[in-house]
């Protein structure tokens, strides 16, 4: 009997260890208290939202009140919003030669940005500016390059972008690469060159993160076989909820959790909801006709043109079931469950999507997440994790393999 009850012990000590660290569900009162003081204390971090194409093209000022946009100084503050990157993207049809320029127009116009508003705003760099900022009540504004092609094949160009603060590279966009493969076309390379390579192990000696959102399959796990440090999905969601090729499979997201790295979460309605995903294919064939003659119609005026496909789009969204933000959580749930939570965060992709589902319609709703979290029993300690914790490890993590490369004689991984 002794024995028996010996090894019964052990087995319920096996099966609680292997629980995930979500707790018992809470009361109402009990959730709403966690998600409070969450809320207070955490450092909430967005990887990925598109802002600065609407500061540089259309002379939006982050401090607006009466902000149409999905991110402004007010709706982070309302968000608790501690720090965000954003996006450098440029169009994969922008003509080659201005690739560059294009670039640094973004970073500049970000710059001003910060500079006009440094009462609330701060560049960071580390992440102990992160933290630093935080402390001082500051909101900290890093940058992302999103696209690999904007260093138009020439290494020193990550030098200068990571001179001028880009602490990321998305390694590609919607379209291959000349050195690597996307999840928005067919595979030229077989995932990545040996110039791809140069990129990644660049990228590690200079203390860039690596970002594998917009890649394809292939391109994800050659990337995982190169890299010395942690990779990050800056703005990807869970294949096996919303069945896209931008969306992250279960196999993917633990090799992501091995290689110690973290998945933030995409907040747009196709990437989160299949029924949504089916009823945009049905629309989008005449929806993309309209925003290639609206490109052909005002394509020399930028402004213009945002105003004209920002309505079109309106039109369109207005046929589709947009899911509730619980969906963002069913997501964070699933990446927990095949990959654990010290390896989930959030990248919304605000200002950048078209569909944000309802209850998240801009940074300020952050907190809707955070109590919907709270609710299903994540803790404190799970949720500051989730929110900024696990991006924060990453980034430390990143910058001290940067140091132990840059000691070497050779420089080299």
């Known amino acids: 009997m002794q024995r028996f009850q010996r090894g019964l012990g052990i087995l319920l000590v096996a099966a609680l260890a292997a629980c995930p660290l979500i707790s018992a569900q809470p009361t109402p009162a009990e959730a709403e208290k966690v998600a409070e003081q969450v809320l207070e204390r955490a450092i909430l971090i967005d990887t990925h939202a598109d802002t600065p194409q609407m500061m540089l093209d259309e002379g939006y000022d982050l401090a607006d009140p009466n902000s149409p946009f999905m991110i402004s100084i007010p709706k982070m503050r309302a968000g608790h919003l501690g720090a965000v990157f954003f996006s450098i993207w440029v169009d994969v049809d922008w ?26 705003l701060r560049l960071a760099t580390t992440a102990d500016d992160v933290v630093g900022l935080h402390r001082q009540g500051k909101i900290a504004i890093l940058l992302g390059l999103e ?4 260093i138009e094949n020439d290494l020193r160009a990550l030098d200068i972008f990571h001179r001028l603060g880009v602490r990321y590279m998305t390694l590609t966009h919607m379209a291959n690469t000349d050195w690597a493969d996307s999840s928005g076309a067919s595979p030229r390379w077989n995932g990545l060159t040996d110039f791809g390579r140069q990129v990644i192990w660049r990228m590690n000696r200079l203390g860039m993160m690596v970002d594998i959102s917009h890649v394809s399959d292939k391109t994800f796990y050659d990337t995982l076989a190169v890299t010395r440090a942690p990779v990050i999905a800056s703005h990807s969601s869970c294949r096996a909820l919303a069945n896209v090729r931008r969306n992250m499979t279960d196999d993917m997201i ?5 290689n110690g790295g973290v998945m933030q979460i995409n907040f747009y309605s196709g990437f989160l909801d299949a029924e949504y995903a089916a009823a945009y294919r049905e629309i989008a064939k005449q929806m993309h006709a309209e925003e290639k003659a609206a490109h052909k119609q005002f394509g020399n005026d930028r402004k213009r043109l945002a105003e004209e496909l920002r309505k079109i789009s309106a039109r369109y969204e207005e046929q589709l079931p947009r899911p509730s933000y619980t969906r963002i959580a069913d997501h964070i749930d699933h990446a927990v ?16 999507i078209s569909s944000t589902p309802r209850g998240m319609e801009d940074v300020s709703k952050l907190p809707n997440l955070v109590r919907e979290l709270a609710r299903r029993g994540y803790g404190e300690e799970e949720l500051e994790k989730i929110l900024g914790g ?23 991984p």
């Not at 696209?147 to 904007?150: D, T």
């Not at 990453?394 to 070497?408: G, H, K, L, N």
């Open 254 to 258: 633990r090799a992501l959790a091995k």
């Open 390 to 412: 696990n991006l924060l490890r990453v980034m430390r993590r990143v910058e001290e393999v940067a140091r132990q490369i840059q000691a070497r004689k050779d420089g080299q």
């Open 147 to 150: 696209g690999g092609y904007q």
């Open 95 to 120: 003509p080659k030669q201005a690739l560059i320029h294009r670039a640094l127009d973004l970073i500049d116009v970000v710059d001003e940005q910060v500079a006009r508003h440094s009462d609330a």
């Open 337 to 352: 469950k095949a990959g654990g939570v010290d390896y989930v965060g959030l990248g919304s992709d605000f200002d950048g």
